[in-house]
């Protein structure tokens, strides 16, 4: 069984900054993708981002230029970095992990963004 733990959400006023952290219980280097989705109060979870195993990475279109998804091998963690944050950033942030055929889940951050 793979863990997934996410850290580093809290509140944060509009225009702020955070870094989220996913550490990962088996190596990520192999990974065939790494993401991180959010769901909002009410919503659907969405997708917010991915880095693939040879490194390229997608956004969705309202994260894009505001956010940024990377990795270190060496340690594990997946982050995402979160910049000039909005209040309909307000979400549960959580971490997936792909290996093979199958798929993994971290339990979410909360991350609100409110003056």
């Known amino acids: 069984q793979v863990q997934l733990v996410e850290s580093g959400g809290g509140l944060v006023q509009p225009g702020g900054s955070l870094r989220l952290s996913c550490t990962v219980s088996r190596t990520i280097f192999n990974a065939v993708a790494l993401a991180w989705y959010r769901q909002a109060p009410g919503k659907e979870r969405e997708w917010v981002a991915t880095i693939t195993r040879g490194g390229h990475t997608g956004y969705s279109d309202s994260v894009k230029g505001r956010f940024t998804i990377s990795r270190d091998n060496a340690k594990n963690v997946v982050y995402v970095e979160m910049n000039d944050l909005k209040p309909e950033d307000t979400a549960i942030y959580y971490c997936?992990?792909?290996?093979?055929?199958?798929?993994?889940w971290g339990q979410g951050a909360q991350v609100t963004v409110s003056s």
């Open positions: 997936k992990g792909t290996w093979g055929n199958s798929a993994y």
